[in-house]
C-alpha cells in the first residue's frame, strides 16, 4: 500500500517525509520526481508478543511512503496531480508556523485550496468520460453513477463523502479520483507548539469532512528520529509528549487504507501481517504464502491479549481461548493466527 505526501511549497512535506523515513530529499518543487520510503508501523502488541517468544526475528507491518513532487509557488501542477493519482491513500501537509519572511500559515486556507483543485482535476475526467457514455448509450447504468459522481463534485462533494456501494466504487477505480482517496491531515507546527492540540476551527473542518488529523513538528521529529531509544525518551519527556508525533501518524496513515494487523508469534518469528478489513481465514492465509491458500484446513486462533495474558498457548488452551475457525471466518485485527493446511 502506497500512502502520498502532498502539500503547497514551503509546508514542510519533505523535511516530514525525511523524519519518517531517514532519507534524505531535496526539499522544495524542484525535481518533479516522487521520493519512495518504506516506514515500519509501531505496534506494541508485536513488542509484547517478541517479549514473550524471544524470537530469531521481530517483523512489523509496513507501509510506503511516498513524497510527491512536481508543483508551483501558488499551488500543485499537473505532474503532482497526476503523481497523486497513483497512490492509495493521500497524506496532506498543512503549514501552521511563520515562513522565513515570518508569514504565518494558513492551514485552513491550504486545506480547501487542495480540495478545490482535486475537485476541479476529478471533474475534468468526469465530464469527458459523461459525454461518451451519453454519446454512445451502451451503458446507461454507468451513466447514471457516473452523473451522480458529476454531480457531487459541481456541488463540491468529494466522491469519498458519496453514499456509493461497494460495487460503485470497484466501477470507480480505474478513473484513480483524486477526491475518492482516504485523506489523512498532518498539521506541521512550530516547535514551541509540538504538545498543543490542533485549532479547533481547523479540527472542526476535518471532523466535518470525515477526515484524520494527526499535529507534529517536522523539525522536532526529524531531531527525535536521530536520538537513542534511551536519549529519545527523555527528550519526549521534556516536550510534554509520551511518544513521537509520528508514531501517530503512522499508525493513522495505516488505519486510513483500512488495514488491520493480523499476527502470528513463536519462537522463530513474530510478525504484524498488514490485511485488508473484511479478508475471510484462507485469504488472509494467502498473504503469507499462496499454497497456505491453496491447502487451508483450519485456523487456529487466539486474541493476542489473551495469549499476553496467559502466557502460553498451551495455556490459553487449557483456558478454552484457543478457538478452531473455518474458511468463513473473517480474521480480526489482534487475532494471533497458526493456518493448518495441505498442499
Not at 526475528?57 to 510506503?64: N, Q, R, S
Not at 480547501?112 to 451503458?139: C, I, M, N, P
Not at 516536550?239 to 522463530?268: C, K, N, V, W, Y
Amino acid at each position: 500500500m502506497k500512502i502520498g505526501l502532498v502539500g503547497y511549497p514551503g509546508c514542510g512535506k519533505s523535511t516530514v517525509f525525511g523524519a519518517l523515513t531517514g532519507i534524505e530529499v531535496e526539499t522544495g518543487y524542484g525535481s518533479g520526481k516522487a521520493n519512495l520510503g518504506v516506514v515500519k508501523v509501531p505496534d506494541l502488541r508485536v513488542d509484547q508478543l517478541a517479549a514473550l517468544y524471544s524470537p530469531k526475528k521481530t517483523t512489523y507491518a509496513e507501509i510506503t511512503f511516498s513524497d510527491l513532487g512536481g508543483g508551483r509557488a501558488e499551488g500543485l501542477d499537473r505532474t503532482a496531480l497526476n503523481e497523486m493519482r497513483s497512490v492509495d491513500a493521500l497524506c496532506q501537509v498543512l503549514r501552521d508556523f511563520p515562513d522565513a519572511a515570518g508569514e504565518p500559515g494558513a492551514p485552513q486556507g491550504e486545506l480547501a485550496g487542495l480540495e478545490t483543485e482535486t475537485l476541479l482535476a476529478d471533474l475534468e475526467v468526469v465530464e469527458q468520460r459523461v459525454a461518451r457514455l451519453r454519446k454512445d448509450r451502451s451503458d446507461a447504468r454507468h451513466l447514471e453513477l457516473m452523473e451522480r459522481v458529476q454531480e457531487a463534485l459541481e456541488s463540491e462533494r468529494p466522491v469519498r463523502a458519496m453514499e456509493l456501494s461497494e460495487d460503485e466504487l470497484k466501477s470507480l477505480s480505474g478513473y484513480a479520483l483524486l477526491t475518492a482517496k482516504p485523506l489523512l491531515l498532518v498539521l506541521n507546527v512550530a516547535e514551541e507548539r509540538v504538545a498543543e492540540p490542533a485549532p479547533e476551527a481547523l479540527a472542526a473542518a476535518a471532523s466535518q469532512r470525515g477526515l484524520g488529523l494527526v499535529v507534529l513538528s517536522a523539525a522536532v521529529e526529524m531531531e527525535i528520529a536521530q536520538l537513542d531509544p534511551e536519549e529519545q525518551a527523555e527528550f519526549l519527556d521534556s516536550i510534554g509528549l509520551e511518544q513521537p508525533a509520528s508514531h501517530r501518524f503512522i499508525r493513522g496513515a495505516f488505519d486510513l487504507i483500512d488495514l488491520i494487523s493480523m499476527l502470528t508469534a513463536g519462537p522463530d518469528e513474530c510478525r504484524a501481517w498488514p490485511i485488508p478489513r473484511g479478508l475471510s481465514a484462507p485469504r488472509a492465509a494467502g498473504k503469507i504464502h499462496s499454497d497456505i491458500e491453496r491447502g487451508f484446513i483450519r485456523a487456529e486462533v487466539i486474541r493476542c491479549e489473551d495469549l499476553l495474558a496467559q502466557g502460553s498457548e498451551a495455556k490459553c488452551k487449557e483456558a478454552g481461548l484457543l478457538r478452531v475457525e473455518g474458511k468463513d471466518y473473517i480474521v480480526q485485527d489482534g487475532d494471533v493466527v497458526h493456518f493448518r493446511f495441505n498442499v
